[in-house]
């Protein structure tokens, strides 16, 4: 019998496994997401992407501003599910809303359990240089991320990947591997395992302070630290434009050939150089307007060598 779900999530990245849950048959009587926010031109409220796909689906929708209520609680034992299936909500899951379902709560964590537990995973392995991460199906518990793995699928880290790029792949992944882990639930064989207690580490939220591209680290890190925060928020940087500073978001970058102070352009194609090494940089978006790749940048900015970033 395909299980009765509640699904829990927010952001583009929860589509998939919502999607590919209904697909295979299960009966998702709710969804929960964030409530709608101002957005875009006229400052408009907009569902969250959940909520759109969950409509169009023709699934009842839940925006409650908080699940610490006998409200809500009552509201979600209504709805008689086996399991919940929780992807990137956004919202702390109380003890007794945990306890509801009579199989438990189910979360798709974008990292490989203990390592990035919290709200960066995706941006944070990618920044600290990780060469791989993956995907995993955990049951949950009150603690941040501590619930016992069920099932992982791991993927490689390139150089060549931003965090879009990771996103998307991890995205497409965990809504496979959360289809499986509802099917071993389903026939009673999901097995659980704790997570080990070394090796824990915590991704935190990207802050604001820690865009700013820092030029006197090694060219391998300063790329990382480009990609793991490309497209958003962005890794930037400063040059002199005009006479004035201009601020520029480096999107994507190459591990290069040269060496000078760091921060120093290095020739016609955008190369920078590092405290070891350099990047060539291969896209870039100025303020307040569209990415563009870095040879239609410079048919209108050129750069010439010995100019410095900074």
Same mark, same amino acid.
């Given at each position: 019998?395909?299980?009765? @779900? /509640?699904?829990?999530?927010?952001?583009?990245?929860?589509?998939?496994?919502?999607?590919?849950?209904?697909?295979?048959?299960?009966?998702?009587? =709710?969804?929960?997401?964030? +409530?709608?926010?101002?957005? #875009?031109?006229?400052?408009?409220?907009?569902? !969250?992407?959940?909520? %759109?796909?969950?409509?169009?689906? +023709? /699934?009842?929708?839940?925006?409650?501003?908080?699940?610490?209520?006998?409200?809500?609680?009552?509201?979600?034992? =209504?709805?008689?599910?086996?399991?919940?299936?929780?992807?990137?909500?956004?919202?702390?899951?109380? %003890? +007794?809303?945990?306890?509801?379902? +009579?199989?438990?709560?189910?979360?798709?964590?974008?990292?490989?359990?203990?390592? *990035?537990?919290?709200?960066?995973?995706?941006?944070?392995?990618?920044?600290? #240089?990780?060469?791989?991460? #993956?995907?995993?199906?955990?049951?949950?518990?009150?603690?941040?991320?501590?619930?016992?793995?069920?099932?992982?699928? $791991?993927?490689?880290?390139?150089?060549?990947?931003?965090?879009?790029?990771?996103?998307?792949?991890?995205?497409?992944?965990?809504?496979?591997?959360?289809?499986?882990?509802?099917?071993?639930?389903?026939?009673?064989?999901?097995? @659980?395992?704790?997570?080990?207690?070394?090796?824990?580490?915590?991704?935190?939220?990207?802050?604001?302070?820690?865009?700013?591209?820092? *030029?006197?680290?090694?060219?391998?890190?300063? @790329?990382?630290?480009?990609?793991?925060?490309?497209?958003?928020?962005?890794? *930037?940087?400063?040059?002199?434009?005009?006479?004035?500073?201009? $601020?520029?978001? /480096?999107?994507?970058?190459?591990?290069?050939? #040269?060496?000078?102070?760091?921060?120093?352009?290095?020739?016609?194609?955008?190369? /920078?150089?590092?405290?070891?090494?350099?990047?060539?940089? !291969?896209?870039? %978006?100025?303020?307040?307007?569209?990415?563009?790749?870095?040879?239609?940048?410079?048919?209108?900015?050129? @750069?010439?060598?010995?100019?410095?970033?900074?």
């Amino acid at each position: 019998m395909p299980l009765r @779900l /509640i699904f829990m999530g927010t952001p583009d990245f929860s589509v998939p496994t919502l999607l590919e849950l209904a697909a295979h048959g299960h009966d998702i009587a =709710a969804v929960y997401t964030r +409530a709608p926010k101002p957005g #875009g031109r006229g400052m408009r409220l907009q569902a !969250t992407p959940v909520e %759109q796909e969950a409509r169009r689906l +023709a /699934i009842p929708v839940f925006t409650p501003s908080t699940l610490k209520t006998s409200e809500a609680l009552e509201q979600f034992r =209504a709805h008689k599910a086996d399991a919940a299936v929780v992807v990137a909500y956004g919202m702390i899951l109380p %003890q +007794a809303i945990l306890d509801t379902p +009579a199989r438990g709560c189910f979360n798709l964590h974008a990292s490989l359990l203990p390592r *990035w537990r919290g709200a960066a995973p995706i941006n944070r392995a990618i920044m600290e #240089g990780d060469a791989e991460t #993956g995907v995993m199906v955990m049951k949950m518990d009150v603690g941040l991320d501590t619930g016992d793995v069920a099932m992982a699928e $791991r993927v490689a880290i390139t150089d060549q990947m931003t965090a879009a790029d990771l996103h998307d792949r991890l995205s497409r992944l965990g809504a496979d591997l959360m289809v499986r882990a509802m099917g071993a639930l389903e026939r009673g064989q999901l097995q @659980l395992t704790p997570q080990p207690s070394e090796g824990v580490t915590y991704a935190a939220k990207i802050d604001k302070a820690e865009t700013r591209i820092d *030029w006197n680290k090694p060219a391998r890190a300063v @790329l990382r630290h480009i990609h793991g925060l490309s497209p958003f928020p962005g890794a *930037w940087s400063e040059v002199s434009l005009e006479g004035a500073p201009a $601020r520029i978001k /480096i999107l994507r970058c190459l591990l290069a050939e #040269g060496s000078a102070t760091p921060a120093t352009v290095l020739d016609d194609q955008l190369t /920078i150089a590092c405290a070891e090494g350099a990047i060539r940089i !291969t896209e870039l %978006q100025r303020a307040g307007k569209a990415p563009m790749k870095a040879a239609e940048f410079l048919r209108g900015t050129p @750069l010439k060598p010995g100019v410095r970033f900074h």
